[in-house]
């Protein structure tokens, strides 16, 4: 089955810097969209940054000009270059991929990573 693993996580000091990635793996084809989302306690999941297959990406304004995103097509990996850390920062975040098409069934369909704890703090 498809299944994505997010790793990187951790505690930070603010300015700090984390990088997160995340792996697919499974029968797949391609990855139309990867992302990376977040939630933080008591609010909803919220939208990070994202990157197609051709590289176009999104940011979020909180995190414009301090996050970047990338992605290997061939590993199925997105990751997130984390720097000048903030505690309002601090969430568990989520890669998704949306888009996923398998060589085993015609679905296509979207799947979420377990997430990981980003915590800043000193």
């Known amino acids: 089955q498809v299944q994505l693993v997010e790793s990187g996580g951790g505690l930070v000091q603010p300015g700090g810097s984390l990088r997160l990635s995340c792996a697919a793996s499974g029968s797949i084809v391609s990855i139309n969209v990867m992302g990376w989302y977040r939630q933080a306690p008591g609010k909803q999941r919220e939208l990070v940054a994202s990157?197609?297959?051709?590289?176009?990406?999104t940011y979020a304004d909180s995190v414009k000009g301090r996050f970047t995103i990338s992605r290997e097509n061939a590993r199925n990996a997105v990751y997130l270059q984390m720097n000048s850390l903030k505690p309002e920062d601090t969430a568990v975040y989520y890669c998704?991929?949306?888009?996923?098409?398998?060589?085993?069934?015609?679905?296509?369909?979207?799947?979420w990573g377990q997430g990981t704890q980003v915590t800043v703090s000193s």
């Open positions: 998704n991929g949306a888009g996923v098409r398998s060589s085993v069934t015609s679905y296509v369909g979207s799947y």
């Open positions: 990157i197609t297959g051709g590289g176009s990406t």
